[in-house]
């Protein structure tokens, strides 16, 4: 089995673009979660999906963010009208279902907002 | 005030040092989970051990060990004999139950950057 894969790896964009992340979490996970990473912080969460629905929010995620699910199983993440402080890493991770369970990484989308 | 503190920002040691990086939570629930991840420098979050609140005991695994102490809140690892390879960011995180979101939420530390110097 593979692992959690996100696609693509970086990202160069001008400010006021939009961008979408992808996440392909591994098979049997029900639970996907998405994190923000900056230098030098441990990653933050932004938001999880058990299946297809969207439980939680952090108030880090502002209106020009949105994320799908829409079967179930890849998840997209959007940002609308970047700013340059939305430049990160933005992490996947998938897990079990049950917050107990460990989550498994993907490698990350590298943004970089000009 | 942090839920996670790690308290090394960054450690240097030789190689075949024995090295421990600290780790110290919050938390007001009788029921949580304590997990140690790697970040080497390729970016990508390695999963290393999950603790839950009533097990106690310490665990060892090859040359890593971790020590957990509810009286303290605190869960350090050690890494023995340390080797060029161990050289990453490594995060210390707790998992705790959310009532506002209905779920447990992961809260991650800053990260102990560690450098093994050959």
């Known amino acids: 089995d593979t692992g959690v894969s996100q696609d693509p790896r970086h990202k160069i964009t001008k400010r006021g673009q939009n961008v979408t992340f992808r996440c392909d979490p591994i098979s049997e996970h029900n639970r996907l979660y998405w994190y923000r990473q900056t230098l030098g912080q441990g990653p933050e969460f932004l938001t999880y999906f058990q299946n297809e629905a969207q439980l939680e929010k952090s108030r880090l995620l502002s209106d020009r963010f949105s994320a799908e699910r829409p079967k179930g199983s890849f998840s997209t993440l959007e940002i609308q009208r970047t700013e340059q402080g939305d430049s990160a890493m933005y992490l996947c991770?998938?897990?079990?279902?049950?917050?107990?369970?460990?989550?498994?990484f993907g490698p990350g989308t590298r943004l970089t907002v000009t | 005030a942090q839920k996670v503190t790690q308290v090394q920002t960054e450690i240097s040691v030789v190689e075949k040092e024995d090295v421990t990086l600290d780790c110290v939570y919050e938390?007001?629930?009788?029921?949580?989970?304590l997990f140690w991840y790697k970040q080497p420098p390729s970016g990508e979050l390695v999963f290393l051990i999950r603790r839950n609140s009533f097990d106690e005991q310490n665990e060892i695994s090859g040359r890593y060990s971790w020590n957990f102490q509810k009286s303290t809140s605190s869960f350090n690892f050690t890494i023995t004999a340390s080797q060029v390879v161990d050289s990453a960011v490594y995060f210390c995180?707790?998992?705790?139950?959310?009532?506002?979101?209905?779920?447990?939420?992961?809260?991650f530390g800053k990260g102990t950057k560690l450098s093994v110097i050959p």
């Open positions: 995180a707790l998992s705790e139950w959310n009532s506002g979101a209905g779920s447990y939420q992961l809260t």
């Open positions: 991770a998938s897990s079990k279902d049950g917050g107990y369970y460990e989550q498994y």
């Open positions: 938390t007001r629930d009788t029921t949580y989970y």
